[in-house]
């Protein structure tokens, strides 16, 4: 996907512990960017055919693998379920039914409907007037949804409305505390400024840098063992560093 570092080539960089001035957390940002992009190349998320589809994979990817809830997407498309009217319709038991395969069915089925409801009450469910919204604005509201939280919130913002904003999830803190690039504070507000406080706001980029860093983290910087050898980010990566001390 084109965004505005489409072209760059920027250096490895050695990433200190200490807190990092706004230019080198941006050229280390930047830098762990590039070296994702090119070992892993575009991701072309997000994997759904409409913006509806989106924000409801949103919902359902909580505390699920995506490969489940595929099942669940693929069931509510044949029962002709993903549409709000459809979703608002289904008995409860038979949306649950429908989701099964993505864990939490019955408190997702909740959140579906919660949402379906919100978007004709407020918006005649209409998408794009949802998305004309203003982020300062639209992020509130979507918050204000029952089982929609920061993270649901700005996938949506950023995969369904295409606006900037940086999804920040478990894989991303994992990896970014690894690099030696932790905020001063453990909250979600902190590491998303992390992002957007040091990156050219630019929704294409946001979408390519987060999908890139979920593909690190499922494939090679896991929760448990990760395969620091075979990093593209080994060069610039405290924990990587030390563990291949370690390793020797
Ligand atoms: S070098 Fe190891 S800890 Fe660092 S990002 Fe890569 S896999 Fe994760």
New binding site residues.
């Given amino acids: 996907m084109a965004n505005k570092l489409s072209g760059m080539t920027l250096a490895p960089l050695a990433l200190s512990a200490a807190a990092m001035d706004n230019k080198s957390t941006n050229q280390a940002l930047l830098s762990i960017y590039h070296q994702l992009l090119t070992h892993y190349g575009p991701q072309n998320w997000w994997p759904a055919e409409a913006p509806f589809e989106v924000i409801v994979g949103a919902i359902l990817t909580q505390s699920a693998a995506w490969s489940n809830v595929e099942k669940a997407i693929t069931n509510l498309k044949s029962a002709k379920a993903l549409s709000p009217r459809a979703l608002r319709q289904l008995p409860l038991s038979e949306l649950a039914r429908l989701i099964h395969p993505c864990g939490y069915y019955n408190a997702k089925a909740l959140k579906l409907k919660s949402f379906a409801y919100w978007l004709d009450n407020h918006h005649a469910d209409d998408l794009n007037r949802l998305f004309a919204t203003d982020t300062n604005h639209l992020r509130p509201q979507l918050l204000s949804i029952h089982g929609i939280g920061p993270e649901t919130a700005d996938s949506i913002i950023l995969y369904a409305a295409n606006k900037q904003i940086f999804v920040i999830d478990a894989y991303t803190r994992r990896?970014i505390n690894?690099?030696g690039l932790a905020p001063d504070s453990n909250s979600y507000a902190a590491y998303q400024a992390l992002f957007m406080n040091n990156l050219p706001a630019d929704a294409s980029l946001f979408n390519e840098y987060h999908a890139l860093l979920v593909c690190?983290a499922k494939n090679?910087?896991r929760r448990n063992n990760?395969?620091?050898q075979q990093?593209c980010?080994?060069n610039i990566?405290r924990?990587?560093s030390v563990?291949s001390v370690l390793t020797y």
């Fill in positions: 990896i690894r690099l690190l090679v910087c990760p395969l620091c990093c980010l080994n990566c924990f990587g563990a």
